[in-house]
């Protein structure tokens, strides 16, 4: 695990695996509103850890002191700047807060997975809208919300305004690049995301002297040759994959269908259900007394 990795306050700490998603709020801020609001994520597309969402306020008063602390994309910068940028998000707690909202792998697929699926654009709008609203619980009177969206962000602009009526919101893509609050925000995500990565606790391999898993891990991206290299080795035929990987990526159904062992699931007790109805369809004496109690004739009755 790298230093950086364990001063990160937003990231688990030490040997602590991401188990379920969290939200890490920074100290609130004191000073008089109305308030600005930036909300960006890191990690969206890759395989690999969990979808970071960040927000980042300040004072409306505060705002030309915002645009010269050098906060931007963060793709665009380096990790040293990133780090350094956070440590100015938290230099000056009166005007500046921060917060994220770290959904786990885990939860990821089995969002995405479960039926109906809620997916990722509803995870993201629901991680958006907790830290709005917690940001609002801690007494913080936000005045214009900037939020760095793709899709039609004119429809989610507007369902966004119908939910906190009274703010202005600005949904638009690349809003990290044009809105230095955003470009906080981005920063504040990109530098959780990758110290959750760098730091990842592999659950499986507790008890164990030494983790099984490479931590050449690649940039997570599926088009990555490191991260498609590490997939490989990291897949177990019976077990699948550790709880770093998101399984409801279809880079990894495709190695899983490759490389790991069919399962066929058979619920014998239903099947055994079934069996007992047909074989006594008409013959009301072979029916169980319990069935007949409850005039239950079908398994459709349950």
């Not at 959750?196 to 690649?218: A, V």
Request: with cysteine; glycine share 8%; proline share 7%.
């Amino acid at each position: 695990m790298s230093e950086e990795a364990t001063q990160i306050p937003s990231a688990p700490g030490p040997s602590t695996p991401l188990k379920t998603s969290y939200t890490y709020h920074s100290p609130t801020p004191t000073a008089p509103g109305p308030y600005i609001l930036g909300v960006d994520e890191a990690g969206r597309g890759p395989v690999l850890g969990p979808l970071v969402y960040g927000i980042a306020y300040c004072p409306v008063s505060y705002k030309e002191k915002m645009e010269k602390l050098g906060f931007a994309d963060s793709k665009t910068l380096n990790a040293d700047t990133r780090s350094s940028l956070l440590d100015i998000l938290s230099s000056d707690p009166p005007n500046l807060g921060w917060s994220v909202r770290v959904i786990s792998p885990q939860a990821i697929s089995s969002g995405m997975l479960r039926r109906p699926p809620t997916n990722l654009n509803r995870q993201s709008e629901e991680a958006t809208i907790l830290l709005i609203r917690e940001v609002i619980a801690k007494g913080i009177q936000l005045s214009e919300v900037y939020v760095d969206a793709l899709g039609n962000t004119t429809t989610y602009e507007k369902y966004l305004s119908s939910l906190f009526p009274g703010i202005s919101f600005t949904v638009t893509n690349k809003a990290d690049s044009k809105f230095k609050i955003v470009g906080a925000a981005s920063v504040a995500a990109k530098v959780t995301r990758d110290a959750c990565i760098e730091g990842w606790h592999f659950e499986e391999s507790e008890g164990q002297t030494e983790t099984k898993w490479s931590s050449e891990l690649g940039s997570g991206y599926p088009s990555d040759p490191n991260t498609q290299a590490w997939l490989k080795t990291a897949t177990d035929p019976v077990f699948g994959f550790p709880q770093i990987v998101r399984f409801s990526w279809t880079t990894v159904k495709v190695i899983l269908e490759k490389s790991a062992h069919g399962v066929k699931w058979t619920d014998e007790g239903q099947a055994s259900l079934v069996k007992a109805f047909e074989s006594g369809k008409g013959l009301e004496k072979d029916r169980c007394l319990v069935t007949k109690d409850l005039h239950i004739k079908s398994v459709d009755s349950l």
